[in-house]
């Protein structure tokens, strides 16, 4: 456990000394207010059955496509080409400790950066607020449930990053990888879900458990349905453990 | 465990890397205190058999014990008691080297009342202190960079240190800073260095392990490897005279010792001229006196050339070519002789 502590005060350190930790936090924050802006200007312009804060999760997806492979794509593979896994590996240091530190440190950052969003409805309230905007713009359930669900899908996204990261010594490769692999988790399985003709119909019930986009809907609404928590956790943990395998196989 | 315990006890140890042999049935013994040098050509399995020793990959068959403690059943044990400096040396680029120091103690297992006088102390070895200790690893230059892998590798006082590569790239200055620094831990921690800069083996290291394609082809001290693998001693002669005459004079001395070169330059007064003789010991005294005592040669010089290690290195390598050992899993009879003792490595 000391180990553990000491590679992950040293992984949030490299974290927030390199630059481009925050070139990706700038980019993260404008894209998201960017994104923020357009709904409450579409809301202006036409009425709307759902909360501006549910529009703006359902677009969860545009971030994690670029944020986890930049936040991840480093964390192996450059450890790898540069050698220092090799000498990590001969201190009294277990592959595990390696990969869930790393995979922790990116992965508080990651929540880091969507706890940052709370301050777009929270701005837009303090300059025109009124109490009919609070109740829409500050929806407890919605917010909760959203950041909830962002908090916990968060996990498998970051461990997937995680495991392209320890496949490659390059992190162009491990980058692309990691890309590939969230498209075909979160717009792939949809996808396929939506063209289901014949014999992907038995599929239906597997692809309908691995929907994203079901998942959040399910956690906007407010409701945190466990069998949504063990799919995250238990995927986690299993991308996670292939990782540490690769690397304690990989040295 | 009984008896004499090595420090580093490798069997038989044999890896391949898919159908290509890295190693084949390695076996050496390092005792403790002891500084090893371990050398070979690029490619003949010195790093393979360094990171094998680290825990870092395991081999197909044989065993490899440090302390005593079989490496392929206790990896976590065996790494608490080595000190490891990588080829090329690898550090982050981003740290100081204070920093740096600290965090690679901690992760040690240095305790943390140690920890503080632990790192001070080895900067101050490895003269760190003054310049390097608050610079960003990446500013440093190489010799210094060298210096903070081997305070790293000393740093937890470990009882076995595996230097790959050490003193690769330094000036000479540098060279001879470090060669003290090794030279200091003679006796304490149990050192085996690899290196291609032979002069600099011979000079601290108390023994020698030649390996070439795989196997170990020498093992000893610089004096008994020169027996071994030197077969004859080379004086060279710097005369005026006829060589005509001289060539009985000599078998007199010696009837092996022969003229083994032509003069190197007939047309000077005084020339050089090379002779061989198949016996180590020295002749030098009596080849001056019977010169001395026939007036027609007058001598200038003469110098018994020893074989410095770069010869045994030579030596030893082109025999094991010439015994031509096969490279290819093919060619081995794989089935041979896997010696699986206790601790035996996969």
Not at chain 2, 26 to 46: D, M, Q, R, T
Request: net charge negative; charged share 20%; aromatic share 10%.
């Amino acid at each position: 456990m000391n180990h553990f502590t000491c590679l992950l005060k040293h992984e949030l350190r490299a974290l927030f000394i390199a630059p481009s930790t925050y070139v990706t936090g700038v980019i993260f924050l404008l894209l998201m207010g960017f994104i923020y802006i357009l709904i409450l200007a579409d809301f202006t312009l036409q009425p709307h059955d759902n909360l501006p804060t549910e529009y703006f999760f359902q677009l969860y997806w545009i971030p994690v496509f670029f944020i986890v492979p930049l936040l991840t794509m480093k964390s192996i593979a450059e450890e790898r080409r540069m050698g220092t896994l090799e000498t990590l590996m001969t201190t009294p240091v277990t592959a595990t400790e390696i990969i869930f530190s790393k995979f922790l440190a990116a992965y508080l950052f990651y929540c880091l950066l969507w706890m940052l969003t709370l301050g777009f409805p929270l701005l837009v309230n303090l300059t025109v607020g009124s109490s009919a905007m609070t109740v829409r713009l500050l929806d407890p359930a919605t917010l909760l449930g959203g950041y909830i669900f962002v908090a916990i899908s968060g996990l498998l996204f970051i461990s997937v990053g995680i495991f392209s990261s320890s496949l490659t010594r390059s992190q162009l490769v491990a980058g692309m990888l990691c890309f590939s692999i969230l498209f075909i988790i979160i717009l792939g399985v949809p996808a396929v879900k939506t063209q289901s003709i014949g014999w992907f119909e038995w599929l239906e019930g597997a692809l309908e458990y691995f929907n994203n986009f079901k998942h959040l809907e399910d956690f906007s609404r407010g409701v945190i349905d466990t069998r949504h928590i063990v799919f995250y956790f238990s995927y986690t943990t299993l991308v996670l453990g292939i990782s540490v395998l690769i690397t304690e196989s990989k040295v | 465990m009984l008896g004499q315990e090595h420090s580093i006890e490798v069997n038989n140890l044999t890896k391949y890397y898919g159908p290509v042999m890295a190693i084949h049935e390695v076996s050496f013994n390092v005792e403790k205190g002891e500084i090893v040098g371990f050398l070979g050509p690029n490619g003949a399995g010195k790093s393979t058999t360094m990171r094998i020793l680290c825990g870092l990959i395991t081999a197909k068959s044989g065993s490899a014990k440090i302390c005593g403690i079989p490496i392929a059943s206790n990896p976590d044990e065996i790494k608490r008691r080595i000190g490891y400096m990588a080829e090329n040396n690898p550090l982050p680029e981003d740290m100081r080297v204070v920093e740096y120091l600290y965090y690679r103690g901690r992760l040690k297992e240095i305790p943390r009342k140690r920890l503080k006088d632990r790192v001070e102390e080895t900067l101050e070895l490895c003269d760190l202190n003054r310049t390097a200790r608050r610079k960003v690893i990446a500013n440093l230059s190489k010799g210094y960079r060298q210096r903070v892998g081997i305070a790293d590798a000393i740093l937890s006082e470990p009882e076995v240190i595996i230097m790959d590569e050490p003193t690769i790239g330094l000036d000479p200055h540098q060279v001879l800073m470090i060669r003290d620094l090794i030279k200091n831990l003679r006796g304490k921690m149990t050192v085996i260095i690899s290196s291609h800069i032979l002069s600099e083996v011979e000079l601290c290291c108390d023994r020698v392990i030649i390996i070439n394609q795989g196997h170990i082809v020498a093992c000893g001290t610089s004096e008994s490897l020169r027996n071994e693998f030197i077969n004859n001693t080379t004086y060279t002669l710097n005369l005026k005279g006829k060589t005509e005459a001289l060539d009985s004079l000599l078998r007199e001395i010696d009837p092996d010792l022969v003229i083994s070169s032509s003069p190197s330059d007939i047309n000077e007064d005084y020339y050089d001229l090379e002779l061989t003789t198949p016996h180590t010991h020295n002749l030098s005294e009596k080849i001056l006196t019977r010169l001395y005592e026939h007036p027609q040669f007058r001598v200038r010089e003469l110098r018994r050339k020893v074989p410095n290690l770069e010869n045994i290195f030579l030596a030893a390598t082109r025999r094991s070519w010439d015994e031509d050992i096969p490279l290819s899993i093919n060619k081995v009879d794989s089935g041979k002789k896997n010696n699986q003792e206790t601790g035996v490595v996969e």
